[in-house]
């Protein structure tokens, strides 16, 4: 019952309307509101019922890794989803040891893709007022680095290794809490730094600059060109992404560090996914109702325009290679009835 309730609520704040004639009732989870996987999945819930497809209710704040085993469970309908986490629940490691390899693999086997997009790059910043000195300060340091268990905690962490070679716990401490405490937690002073994802412009960002301008700092460009940066970008969902400055978004309060004009940064690719089990119809009638609504989504929030929505360029979403998912057969057809290509490799 808390889940419908929160879904609800969720509906009236961003006053979803319903289709009269809605084909059927999904569930849909996805992370913070303000945050590229809430905007996309909450716009997709509007896409789904203007179009006549479904009536969803989403539960928005969620922890991905949760919400993507309830969708390989059919406890939930729709889920957005960092590539890494289902690459991780097939190997049954990380936050997902505990399931065992042949059952990871199994509710693996349960997921297909709808559609993809940038869902966030990883990076780090500080409030000007604590004259944190950047990668160089990670060191004994008090770092915000996500919530208690998700694939951005495990990114935040990668990151600061793959810059600095620090550990959590042996050269820093880590403060993690859920995404719906994020905004005060960056502005209370529990911690030095916060090396999170980011959107551009970012919405967490934005709203913690209420209490004060900030410093982001770029990937500095011996690592992001280094052997172990390449050898991690090989991960499903993760992509090396540079962005020029000018690009970014921020008009004010934020400043930028970097050795170029450029903005570095490891890019969290993943999109939405479902169960295997949905009908054709309705992954097909989902996906059309997405790619039919492509302009009004990208105009949702600042960020969305450069989140790589309605791409299928292996390059941009992440596809093949050790990526476990495929799209649903609904949504291929979809796509290709819409002039898009899809590689067979990610049918």
Known sequence: ???????VSVVAMTGFVTGAHAVVNLTAETAAPTSAPGVSVVAFAEAAAKHNVADMQ???GQTLTNSVQNVAEGKSDIAAAPF???FLMSRAVGPYAKLGKEKGAELTSNLAVLYTYRIACQGLYAYDSSSFPGYDGIKDATIFNGPPRGAALTNARDL??????LEEKKDYTGVQVNWGQAVKTIQDGSADAF???MSFPDGRMTAALSSGDMTIWSMPITAFNGEQFGKFTKRP????????????GWKSGVSIVSEDDNFRCPGTVGGEIVNTSMSFDTAKGLTKAFLDSLDDIKAKAPFMANSWHGETDIALTDMCGLNPLKYHPGA?????EAGYSIPDCAK
Request: a positive charge; glycine letters at 6%; charged letters at 15%.
């Open 1 to 7: 019952m808390r889940k419908i309730l929160a879904a």
């Open 58 to 60: 989403v539960t928005t």
């Open 84 to 86: 890494v986490l289902p």
């Open 160 to 165: 600061v290794r793959l810059v600095t070679g």
């Open 195 to 197: 090396v999170l994802p």
């Open 237 to 248: 969902g993760t992509v090396a992404v540079t962005l020029p400055i000018n690009e970014m």
């Open 332 to 336: 291929v057809a979809a796509w290709e």
